[in-house]
Structure formats: structure tokens, C-alpha cells
T-cell receptor, first 110, second 113 residues
Framework: NAGVTQTPKFRVLKTGQSMTLLCAQDMNHEYMYWYRQDPGMGLRLIHYSVGEGTTAKGEVPDGYNVSRLKKQNFLLGLESAAPSQTSVYFC?????????FGPGTRLTVT | GESVGLHLPTLSVQEGDNSIINCAYSNSASDYFIWYKQESGKGPQFIIDIRSNMDKRQGQRVTVLLNKTVKHLSLQIAATQPGDSAVYFCAEYSGGGADGLTFGKGTHLIIQP
């Protein structure tokens, strides 16, 4: 079991560019999440999904979109990147309360 | 404890000593708690959990204590090793659905040789 995987691991974007982050899990979890983590701050929920074909907004959804076309995958999109979106992004999945995290994607927007 | 600023609280312990990391949670209705460990450059790793109907739960070298009266959670690590060096943070589930898990900002545990 690979658990939760994320691609890419690192990315540098220019302001206004777009990109998609991919999260995949092989644990057959129903729930999936995208968080951002900034220095000295806790994890903040961007969007989440309670099953294939569903998405919902979290605490900080502005500037991001998501899709869950397959149960095992959860995509996070940035349509027009801004410097404020420089962060480390974590994907997580769960079947109950406990969430299991991927290794993260470090994104820098210049 | 948990930080509200840019700098995380730091706990420095000698290798071989026991470590105690504290967390004050916010919602008296929270009924499930988790401790996570995050090593530098990695994702958070589940360590141990506890339900609100318990006061104590033990794992391998770790113990979580829950005091609901004062809304306090602690993680005890026995015989701390260099590999325990990481940021530790607590999470509480206070209901409301799949997005009901909220995370503290963490404590940085440093192991002195």
C-alpha cells in the first residue's frame, strides 16, 4: 500500500499561471481533503469530498477548484496563481475521523 | 501548548528522557482527538487517538491523556529518541460532518544528545 501520494513534490509558478495538483489514495477511503500549511499556522482546509463526484468548500476555498471524478483521486486546481498561494499543500483521506496525509507539494508563486 | 503566532512553542529534552507535549483544545463538545507527528519536509503522520469517553490510551512508547474538565490533552513519549524530533500537533473532532476535524499549530520537539 502506497497510502496517499501527491504529485508533483515541488513546483514554481509565475503569477497568473495555472496548475493542477494530483492526489491519489489506495486505501478505498470515501473522504478526501486538500489543506494548505503556512509557517507557524495550523492546517487549513481548502476543499474536501465525501465521495466520488462530490466536492465541498472548506475554510479557505477562494482561488482553488477541485474535482473527484474517481474515488481514488482528488485534484486541486489553481486557475490563476497568486503569490498568496505560496504554501505547502497536503492531501488527506479518511474513512472515519482520523485522516491520513500525503507527503505534500511545495508550491512557490513568484 | 499551541501557538497563535508565527513561532511554534519548542520543547527541548535530553535523549532518553520522557517528553510531555500539551494541547489545549477549544470545543467542550469535541468527542475525538488525534495526535500527529510531522517531520521536517514530510506530511503529518497519525500517532495515536482517543475518544472522549476515555481518560488515557497507550500505544508503543506513547501515551495520550485527556482531561475534559480543563479541555487539555497531552502526549507523553517515553525514552525519547533522536527520531522523535518533529512538530507534534493535536486535532479535535467536534462534529458537523467530514470537515469537523480542526488542527492545532503544534509544538516543536527537539532532542538534545
Amino acid at each position: 500500500n502506497a497510502g496517499v501520494t501527491q504529485t508533483p513534490k515541488f513546483r514554481v509558478l509565475k503569477t497568473g499561471q495555472s496548475m493542477t495538483l494530483l492526489c491519489a489514495q489506495d486505501m478505498n477511503h470515501e473522504y478526501m481533503y486538500w489543506y494548505r500549511q503556512d509557517p507557524g499556522m495550523g492546517l487549513r482546509l481548502i476543499h474536501y469530498s465525501v465521495g466520488e463526484g462530490t466536492t465541498a468548500k472548506g475554510e479557505v476555498p477562494d482561488g482553488y477548484n477541485v474535482s473527484r471524478l474517481k474515488k481514488q483521486n482528488f485534484l486541486l486546481g489553481l486557475e490563476s496563481a497568486a503569490p498568496s498561494q505560496t504554501s505547502v499543500y497536503f492531501c488527506a483521506s479518511s474513512w472515519g475521523y482520523a485522516q491520513y496525509f500525503g507527503p505534500g507539494t511545495r508550491l512557490t508563486v513568484t | 501548548g499551541e501557538s497563535v503566532g508565527l513561532h511554534l512553542p519548542t520543547l527541548s529534552v535530553q535523549e532518553g528522557d520522557n517528553s510531555i507535549i500539551n494541547c489545549a483544545y477549544s470545543n467542550s463538545a469535541s468527542d475525538y482527538f488525534i495526535w500527529y507527528k510531522q517531520e521536517s519536509g514530510k506530511g503529518p503522520q497519525f500517532i495515536i487517538d482517543i475518544r472522549s469517553n476515555m481518560d488515557k490510551r497507550q500505544g508503543q512508547r506513547v501515551t495520550v491523556l485527556l482531561n475534559k474538565t480543563v479541555k487539555h490533552l497531552s502526549l507523553q513519549i517515553a525514552a525519547t529518541q533522536p527520531g522523535d524530533s518533529a512538530v507534534y500537533f493535536c486535532a479535535e473532532y467536534s462534529g458537523g460532518g467530514a470537515d469537523g476535524l480542526t488542527f492545532g499549530k503544534g509544538t516543536h520537539l527537539i532532542i538534545q544528545p
